[in-house]
């Protein structure tokens, strides 16, 4: 069994026994201390570089408890929008801990990185934004460049082909180097993708830009300039795995990078994993309210859907495992399709599993529900987004990290 399912069907039960969970609360989402904190340590021993800034990506996981913790543990995070950046800034980093990566940022909020935030990381997404900056940045400039590799990341998750909307093309070398002479940049970024199963490739793009940045220096030496790139942002975008005693995926990304781009280290590593960080740290329950029989498969209603794993239900699951708990656990197994309780047809969480026969009243379990998912909560339908627990299994203990709350009616 795994030490997350061992978790959960320990906590469930103390949930009840400590009767944290009312009637009202028809799921609850769980978070994980223990497999949170051995995944950031893994990542970090991993890569072994010290003053390596692991940034930990705000967009898949931003509940404020969580973000607190992971700055109470050393680590940075990766800011998508100014709204995140003022929840780092909540959560306790350090501006120079904060990596600020939105697309799209205003001319106002680049004032406000400079005036409020110095330090903060601030990379472009494009040659054009450089030409917002102050005059004198009063934080280090990074540029994200698209590598145009093909890394096997899902199309909605892919963002390095030649039209993407992120960074700026490889192919504008030239341009790419023009800037770094004349801006006072002195960080490369390059994010492949998410869900990349092609890893050479992203090996490969990371490459590139060391070969870019080792150019890029020396043309600033050469022009008696002392400002020089000293830091790569390598993103995120590995698929998330659980870890066991075998050398782990993580462990075999950064042996390929140790072997292709040992000059990394030379630099400050930046990273930015979001979901291979945090899809073993979560899990979830919800009361079937009730069951029917469809033909051959029974369907079963439940209270999580695609308000809470919106990419399980948009685009394709994504290896949640539905585990019925107590008594359902010993019912014959029957093919059973998940229906959220959102009002319109594709709100399944999955179809077609050999599940032991639901009923109403049961507790499903739902693990591995820690990224994208509480994130992502939609408000289609206005459904109250359920209490979220923090469990410390190695000390047994757990804690409200936050109450059910309505995103229109607040806290009910
Ligand atoms: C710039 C950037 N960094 C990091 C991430 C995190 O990616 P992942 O969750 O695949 O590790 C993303 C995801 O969209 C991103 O856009």
Known sequence: MSPLKEEALWAVEATKRLELIAEVDTAVLFHSWNQHKRYLDHLRTAFGQEEALHAVAIKTQPHPAILAQVVQWGF???AASMEEVQLAIQAG???????FDSPVKTRREIQECNSKYPGIRFNVNSLEELHRLPGSPSFPVGIRINPMVETGAPS?????HNESKFGVPLAEKEAILEAIDHYPVVQLHVHSGSSMANLDSAVAA?????DVAQEANMRLENKGVSRRIHSIDIGGGLMPEELTDSPS???????ALRTSCPDLWDYRIITEFGQWSYFYT????SKVEYAVQRGDARVAYVHLGADFLLRDAYVKPRGIEFVPLAEAAHRPLQCTDIAGPLCFAGDYLQKGLDLPRLEEGDDLLMLHTGSNA????????????PMVLGVDFATAQITVLSPRTNPFLGTI
């Open 249 to 255: 995926a993580m462990e075999g990304y950064v042996a």
């Open 76 to 78: 940075g995070l990766e």
């Open 282 to 285: 979560g899990y979830a329950i």
């Open 374 to 385: 509480y994130a992502l909560w939609s408000r289609h339908c206005s459904r109250t987004i």
């Open 156 to 160: 909605v998750y892919h963002v390095s």
């Open 206 to 210: 990371i490459r590139s830009i060391l």
């Open 93 to 99: 980093c350090s501006p120079d801990r904060i990596v």
